[in-house]
Nanobody, 123 residues
Framework: QVQLVESGGGLVQAGGSLRLSCAAS????????MAWFRQAPGKEREFVAV????????VYTDSVKGRFTVSRDNAWKMVYLQMNSLKPEDTGVYYC????????????????WGQGTQVTVSS
């Protein structure tokens, strides 16, 4: 129901920062919880962060707490992932995902996915 397009990925030095953006269209954006997942080559997709449809609730995986911040701008139908103090372990393809109503952290719970954007952190 909702289409998602990520952008903002690239190559960054360890300790640096990067901001990912996800543009949504074709759905009622304010009715969807929005999440970020990432996947390294040969590994399973893992949860990174999620934000509720109201923007009042967020959940982060332990490895990114204190470094990453997820936010959304419903007026512009955008969701962001601000990544600070990046580590080589953060390298992977980052995906934006959406599901109606309540937040979740499992890939199977999300019904809409973007194409992904590559993030590479050099050591």
């Amino acid at each position: 129901q909702v289409q998602l397009v990520e952008s903002g990925g690239g190559l960054v030095q360890a300790g640096g920062s990067l901001r990912l953006s996800c543009a949504a269209s074709g759905g009622t954006f304010t009715s969807y919880a929005m999440a970020w997942f990432r996947q390294a080559p040969g590994k399973e997709r893992e949860f990174v962060a999620v934000i509720s449809w109201s923007g009042d609730s967020t959940v982060y995986t332990d490895s990114v707490k204190g470094r990453f911040t997820v936010s959304r701008d419903n007026a512009w139908k955008m969701v962001y992932l601000q990544m600070n103090s990046l580590k080589p372990e953060d390298t992977g393809v980052y995906y934006c995902a959406a599901r109606w109503a309540s937040i979740a952290t499992m890939t199977a719970d999300f019904t809409s996915w973007g194409q992904g954007t590559q993030v590479t952190v050099s050591s």
